[in-house]
């Protein structure tokens, strides 16, 4: 799936729903659903391929230390400092190491760690541009279920709005509404139908 793209199918959604709408209801809901999940977490979760290739401009959290967008592979990797290219294998130090958060495998890299090396820090501009394939390199099977039980308790708004009460979440800076489901138990901070996608929820960083 390319950069924007919804994390789940209309089949998919047809599936657990028991319906087959051909007006394009759930393309626009799985796609609404999908920019909620990324609102709640940070993040993006498709891959990007060789023509998304495009430098994003960072502050660094530290002399150590610059948070970045995830993504998926070390190839076509370029970071430059106040426009000068640092040799990344002599000089940088992707992590996750091997992949791996908190036992799980297959997370892309988001951290840039300097060798030998200090980032400038303690400045409010955006010193450091990143050049990098962007994303995840698959989608994680519990964003996929988020994105559809999001879609769905938006269908239910559509068709039974006195199932539950009603809650508007701002996306994108669109503000949608939707019913919630009468056995909704979810806290302020993690509704129910994004509990699937708090393991991959990030902490904001600095991002020019």
Request: proline share 6%; charged share 20%; glycine share 8%.
């Amino acid at each position: 799936m390319a950069l924007g793209d919804p994390y789940a199918t209309p089949e998919q959604l047809a599936a657990r729903l028991g319906d087959d709408p051909e007006d394009g209801t759930f393309e626009r809901l799985l796609d609404a659903a999908s920019r909620a999940v990324e609102s709640f977490t940070r993040r993006q979760f498709n891959m990007a391929d060789e023509y998304d290739v495009l430098p994003r401009r960072y502050r660094a959290l530290d002399p150590e230390r610059v948070a970045v967008h995830d993504f998926w592979t070390l190839e076509g990797l370029v970071v430059e400092v106040n426009g000068r290219a640092w040799d990344v294998a002599r000089y940088i130090d992707a992590r996750p190491w091997s992949g791996v958060v908190a036992g799980q495998i297959d997370w892309p890299y988001s951290d840039l760690f300097a060798v030998g090396r200090h980032w400038p820090w303690g400045c409010r501009r955006a010193l450091i541009t990143v050049t990098a394939l962007w994303g995840w390199a698959s989608v994680p099977s519990g964003i996929v279920e988020a994105t559809l039980d999001v879609a769905e308790v938006m269908s239910l708004s559509m068709t039974n709005a006195s199932s539950g009460v009603i809650r508007s979440e701002a996306i994108g800076g669109y503000s949608i509404s939707y019913a919630v489901p009468q056995h909704y138990t979810g806290g302020a901070n993690v509704p129910a139908e994004l509990a699937k996608a708090a393991p991959f929820r990030r902490k904001v960083f600095g991002v020019a």
